[in-house]
């Protein structure tokens, strides 16, 4: 009782108040100044099947927040039955005003049927005061709600000026908008057709509406809209005084049952199409789906061409759909395949069966579907799995970007280099073009995977961002600097340089890395009496460095005794197979133990062997 | 019969040989973050991380001489700490070219020079009012004589001889043909040129090592010891890096990668 008490004394108070909204209409180009929506409006009038739009503002007058929890033309003053010839768009709903603040929205009047017509504009709010809750349930709590009638919208629904109408065997029907118009049932290898006509009912010209079919967004549409006229040229624009256009929509569908929602919208109409692919013959069973390199599954509609996506003219690429067509366990039959073909310039098959192949109920074939265009343009082909047909469509494409060079010095690479490469086009670029210049190596010594010191020396890696500017020919990293450098490394085997840009052919080229004897960079001889210790740097692209000759001179140039032979094997084994992380390059360190002066040994002599050949290097003792 | 002079030699047939990965040194980049470096000229790997931090580094084969924060850290050649010495010097002069005892640093807000004797750092007061300009290298020419390459305002440079065991200076002379920042790799004298740098050796034979097409701004360049042999060269506007192999006979110059920005010393 004491709730109730308090409802009706939050509803007296919030009535008991001026309004807390005014209502303007609204130019949106803001030429004309908003105008206070009257409590009677008279509406344009409207033909049947069109729009007179109506835009509103909302102004907050009060001193609270105002909550606007819906706005509606309903069919009578006292009621909240939605009046069907009018619909809002811009709805607000939960939306908080604060004091001066506003909202817009738009009363469409889209009369269904001629004659006078009237509706009421209704906008129910909240409004916060005394510590009430707008999202509150609790009575006590929660901010009185209101409704306005804000205006009585009155006007004249006129005959409609385009109609659209199509032939059935009963005669010809004019759908009412919203309403379904049903294809029937369609074998899976069949298609049907209904030829629509959009008919001008006035003496003088009019412009005809947008005419579009809106599929199921994660599904393949089954219908197929072709609008252009029997003598050939696009859906007119307009249609002269009495003059008509038709457009055909024809239900091809490519799986059985019900097909998904698709819809026909004629400007502000919206017809549902519906139909089922049903089986007729054996073949119409059969399930047919294909997954793309992504993996995604599709089941295809014969009224929807199967796409393989764009493709660069000439670069070699292939896109590919994997097919699977299946028998059903439900089927009472082996489905016998007599043809499986694929015709059109750009695209093949393969992994086909052998032909006619019988699938029995429960089991599938699989194939493949190719393209690999040639040239540039867009591509249109057929696939027909017996009776079924598909229309296969691809695009190629030139690349945006003039031709790709590489220039690199010196031209033939050899280890332990830091080498220039610079990336040129053949033209300047029309726009700034970002990609990458990747490096990558392939050993030639069994066993190596790999030599970390082939980089970019400005990554310390081997990827690096470029681009060539607007206006360019050359291309910059990302400090504008060209060329860019990078390390061969100390292992023999191929380099292979590629540039990538968006929409353009990788660009690759490849440089060997030939063997080379063992190279000696530098070195040292000491004498550390009672040692002598003969240090050497270098590298051995090979990993095959073992045997080792070391030959001593006196002061004076003479030899000392005959040369010292060295298996140096195990040990350069262990260190290029082991952890390796250095490549080829090595420091090499060799003790000899001497009795005697020391300071009499002049120089030594030392001779390297791989499997390239021989490296003789003369240190002289310090 | 052939004879051999090594009659008067006992070989032992016996060869100790080692392999191992070449060093070259620790490079200190961006951040101040000291990166080990191996490989051989043109082929050059740095370290994936920083296995220090410092204000301002040199090192020799037989270890370094590191500054962060006001504190010289002398470290060996595996990066072990042997000793400090907290100077409070924001900017030193470091030098570390051959044994731990070459290890010394000018310490310009003290005036003062810094050494190595073995055991313990050593702090000798300099009065250097008589060589006014900037430091720009010290070496240890011997156990007991230091030298510094001080560029003056006109950018004349001098090298100032002084007993590093009293302070004294002994000698003071115009460095020919050298002018602005200069650095010294044993006898070899390196210098800014508009390109790069000119290597000049005690014969005066004159060498250029071009690093940039376009000249580079003075003072753009920074010269610090990476090993006995090797010396780190930082370029500020062009953001490059190069190591320098360079003794009385060979001179090789490289680019050194450059590591990641955002790895932090250890």
């Given at each position: 009782m004491k709730c109730l008490l308090a409802v009706l004394l939050l509803a007296a108070s919030a009535s008991a108040q001026p309004p807390a909204l005014t209502f303007y209409i609204h130019d949106t180009t803001g030429v004309s100044a908003d105008t206070p929506l009257p409590p009677i409006y008279q509406l344009n009038s409207t033909a049947q099947g069109s729009n007179s739009p109506l835009v509103v503002k909302a102004v907050n007058t009060s001193d609270n927040t105002i909550y606007a929890t819906a706005a509606y033309v309903s069919s009578a003053a006292d009621s909240a039955h939605l009046n069907p010839n009018f619909s809002l768009t811009g709805l607000f709903q939960g939306l908080a005003i604060p004091p001066d603040g506003s909202v817009v929205f738009t009363v469409n009047f889209a009369p269904l049927a001629t004659g006078p017509i009237t509706g009421y504009l209704q906008f129910a709010y909240q409004r916060q005061q005394s510590g009430c809750s707008f999202n509150s349930t609790d009575p006590l709590t929660a901010c009185p709600s209101s409704t306005l009638t804000v205006s009585t919208l009155t006007g004249l629904a006129t005959p409609p000026i385009l109609v659209l109408s199509y032939a059935t065997p009963g005669g010809s029907v004019v759908p009412q908008g919203n309403s379904s118009i049903s294809f029937g049932n369609v074998s899976t290898s069949a298609t049907f057709s209904i030829t629509f006509t959009l008919a001008n009912q006035v003496a003088f010209s009019a412009p005809t509406p947008a005419i579009s079919l809106r599929v199921p967004q994660f599904g393949t549409p089954a219908f197929q809209l072709n609008t252009t006229q029997p003598g050939g040229g696009a859906f007119p624009a307009s249609l002269a005084g009495n003059a008509s256009a038709t457009f055909v929509v024809t239900f091809a569908p490519g799986q059985t049952g019900l097909t998904p929602a698709t819809f026909l919208d004629v400007g502000t109409n919206s017809y549902t199409l519906t139909g089922a692919g049903i089986i007729v013959a054996d073949i119409d069973a059969l399930q047919i789906a294909y997954v793309d390199a992504t993996g995604i599954r599709t089941l295809p509609q014969a009224a929807s061409p199967i796409q393989f996506g764009q493709l660069l003219a000439g670069g070699g690429a292939t896109a590919a759909l994997n097919f699977t067509v299946t028998n059903p366990t439900i089927s009472f039959n082996a489905v016998t395949l007599p043809n499986l073909t694929v015709t059109g310039a750009g695209f093949g098959i393969s992994g086909a069966p052998t032909l006619p192949a019988s699938i029995a109920p429960g089991q599938a074939i699989t194939f493949r579907l190719l393209f690999a265009p040639t040239t540039a343009g867009t591509f249109t082909g057929a696939l027909s799995i017996g009776s079924r047909q598909f229309v296969l469509r691809g695009q190629s494409i030139l690349s945006p970007l003039p031709a790709l060079s590489m220039r690199v010095t010196p031209t033939s690479l050899t280890s332990q280099q830091q080498a220039n490469v610079v990336l040129g086009l053949a033209s300047t670029s029309p726009f700034t073009a970002l990609g990458t210049l990747t490096m990558a190596f392939t050993p030639a010594v069994a066993n190596v995977t790999d030599d970390p010191a082939v980089l970019f020396t400005s990554t310390n890696g081997r990827n690096l961002s470029v681009s060539f500017p607007v206006g360019s020919q050359t291309a910059v990293d990302n400090k504008a600097q060209s060329p860019f450098i990078f390390q061969t490394g100390t292992t023999a085997g191929a380099i292979a340089l590629t540039a990538t840009f968006v929409n353009t052919t990788p660009y690759t080229q490849s440089f060997t890395i030939p063997p080379a004897a063992v190279q000696i960079t530098s070195g040292s001889a000491l004498r550390q009496s009672p040692n002598l210790v003969v240090t050497l740097n270098g590298y051995d692209n090979t990993y095959s460095a073992g045997q080792l000759s070391f030959t001593f001179y006196d002061v004076s140039g003479s030899l000392i005794q005959p040369p010292i032979q060295y298996s140096a094997s195990s040990q350069f084994h262990q260190y290029f197979f082991t952890n390796n992380k250095n490549g080829g390059a090595f420091s090499l360190q060799a003790i000899f133990p001497v009795t005697?002066?020391?300071?009499?040994i002049g120089s030594v002599a030392i001779t390297l062997t791989n499997s390239a050949g021989q490296t003789t290097v003369t240190q002289t003792f310090k | 019969m052939k004879r051999y002079l090594g009659c008067c030699f006992l070989f032992a047939c016996f060869v100790a040989a080692q392999v191992s990965a070449p060093n070259v040194g620790s490079a200190r980049f961006a951040g101040g973050r000291v990166f080990a470096v191996h490989g051989i000229p043109a082929n050059l790997l740095v370290a994936q991380a920083p296995w220090i931090a410092a204000d301002a580094v040199s090192f020799s084969d037989a270890g370094g001489l590191l500054s962060r924060n006001g504190t010289l850290t002398l470290v060996g050649p595996d990066g072990t700490s042997f000793a400090a010495y907290a100077s409070g010097e924001p900017a030193p002069v470091l030098n570390i070219d051959g044994l731990l005892s070459s290890a010394i640093a000018w310490l310009p807000s003290k005036h003062a020079l810094l050494n190595w004797s073995g055991a313990a750092f050593l702090l000798r007061e300099v009065n250097d009012s008589g060589f006014a300009g900037k430091v720009t290298c010290i070496q240890l020419t011997s156990p007991q004589v230091a030298r510094l390459l001080v560029t003056h305002s006109d950018t004349s440079v001098s090298a100032i001889t002084i007993s590093v065991d009293t302070g004294e200076i002994i000698s003071s002379d115009v460095v020919p043909a050298a002018h602005g920042f200069t650095f010294a790799q044993g006898p070899l004298l390196l210098s800014e040129d508009p390109h790069g740098l000119a290597v000049e050796s005690t014969s005066g034979v004159r060498r250029s090592v071009t690093l940039s097409q376009d000249p580079l701004p003075d003072g753009d360049l920074t010269l610090e010891r990476m090993s006995t042999d090797w010396l780190h060269i930082a370029s500020a506007s062009t953001g490059r890096h190069w190591a320098l192999y360079l003794t009385s006979e060979s001179l090789r110059l490289s680019l050194l990668p450059v590591p990641p920005a955002n790895e932090a010393a250890q």
């Open positions: 005697g002066d020391v300071t009499k | -």
